[in-house]
């Protein structure tokens, strides 16, 4: 099953010519979790294909307009376009008042189950396969960051090998993947003749708006991708600090800090026209760091 981030809309603050404002969808197999919402997302979503009654789930970083403003219209649409199945979104206290106060205003009352949970840090998501933990990022107002992780998976299987130990091909098979033991006849077989370690899973985490911070660094702690804040370049440090938000070169020390494996800026002030010079100063510090821009795809692979 494949992991893909495609990055919605990569600005921050208020949209440019060349970016739309924040939003960053993470498509794992069918599923969809989206990051943000900012103005305009659901136009992005749309055309980014990504399927309008699919599992979903949304993560809201924190009530600057920025981040929510999208939210409103992309509930909307769904429902115009025939979404049915159950959507739940999840955010920082004061996010359901902030929906059901457009919904109500507006007389729109969603035809698919809505489900808002106001979230705190810790894991806030258990999947089966995954699960999706917030920590505190460091913002002027209560701000959430995000890292998706999924859980190890089983090791690969030699069939090549079990059919040598004679083990009847079938749910025997299967059995071997999820047990350390399994009996054939009067044999005890050890899986780990037959499957390897256990694969590790993808993490990636999300950071905006946030200034450089300890949390985040222990959030991050061995991602594949960090989607860091990336607001403004070095010659803006000050700047930076005063709005709570970091340089593409303290975001790259976050992603050294945090030995994630790359790096995506993100949340790129619109001040900047051509935003390389931020990756130019990153990649000092970084190597590995891409700049984020409005509908780029990465693919997350598990060979490693
Ligand atoms: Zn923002
Ligand atoms: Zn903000």
Not at 261 to 289: C, G
């Amino acid at each position: 099953m494949s992991v893909s981030v495609t990055f919605l809309g990569t600005g921050g603050s208020v949209p440019s010519k060349h970016r739309m404002l924040p939003s960053v969808l993470i498509r794992r197999g069918p599923e969809l979790l989206l990051f943000d919402c900012g103005e305009g997302t659901q136009r992005q979503f749309l055309k980014a294909r990504a399927g309008i009654n699919r599992k979903m789930r949304i993560f809201i970083s924190h009530l600057h307009g920025d981040h929510v403003f999208g939210l409103p219209g992309m509930l909307h649409s769904l429902a115009f376009m025939g979404r049915t199945r159950e959507l739940q979104i999840y955010g920082p206290r004061g996010l359901a008042d902030f929906i059901s106060a457009v919904n109500d205003a507006v007389k729109f009352y969603a035809q698919y189950p809505l489900k808002v949970k106001e979230v705190r840090t810790g894991t806030i998501v258990n999947d089966t396969e995954y699960k999706i933990v917030a920590g505190p990022a460091k913002h002027g107002i209560p701000c959430l960051a995000y890292a998706f992780e999924e859980k190890p998976m089983p090791g690969k299987f030699n069939p090549t090998m079990a059919k040598k130990l004679e083990i009847p091909e079938g749910p025997l098979w299967k059995k071997l993947q999820t047990s350390r033991y399994l009996r054939v006849g009067d044999r005890k077989i050890s899986s780990s003749l037959v499957v390897g370690p256990p694969r590790k899973g993808v993490k990636i985490t999300y950071a905006v708006d946030t200034r450089p911070c300890a949390s985040v660094v222990r959030l991050a702690r061995n991602s594949d991708l960090l989607i860091h804040d990336s607001s403004f370049d070095f010659s803006a440090s000050q700047k930076a600090s005063d709005y709570g938000h970091s340089t593409s070169t303290e975001a790259a020390r976050q992603a050294a800090r945090s030995s994630s494996r790359k790096l995506a800026l993100f949340h790129i002030s619109a001040m900047y026209e051509d935003a390389n010079l931020l990756l130019i100063q990153a990649r000092r510090v970084f190597r590995n760091t891409i700049l984020s821009s409005d509908m780029m795809t990465v693919y997350v692979s598990r060979n490693r």
